[in-house]
C-alpha cells in the first residue's frame, strides 16, 4: 500500500507564508509527478503547482513569483512554500503523487491523494 500525509495547513495573515510538506510511504518504486492541487467549497480543484522527477516545475497564473514548489526524491517528500499570501488562496490544499509500485503482476502506477489541508488566509 502507498499513503501520503500533508501536513502545515493553518491560518495566517494576508502577506504572511505558510509551507505545506507531504510524505508518501509504502511500496514506492519511484514517484513521477507530484503537484499541489487546491479547491473551495462549490469550486472544482484547480492544479496550484507541479514538479517533476527532475525537478521542473508548474504553477497557476494566480500563484507564479509567490508560491514555490519542491521535492527531495530520497526522503519521498513534497513541499509547498507559500509567500505573500492573499485571502483568495483559502482553500483545502491537496498534494498528489504519480506512483509507480511494485506488485506480483510488476509495476502498476498510482495516483494518490492526501487528505487535504486548510489554509486560511485572513485580510
Known sequence: QVQLVESGGGLVQAGGSLRLSCVVSGNISSISAMGWYRQVPGNKRELVAGINRSGKAKYAASVMGRFAISRDNAKNTGNLQMNSLKPEDTA????????????????????????GTLVTVSS
Do not use: E, F, P
Open 92 to 115: 483545502v490544499y491537496y498534494c498528489n503523487a504519480l506512483v509507480a509500485t511494485l506488485t506480483v503482476s510488476g509495476l502498476s502506477d498510482l495516483d494518490i491523494w492526501g487528505q
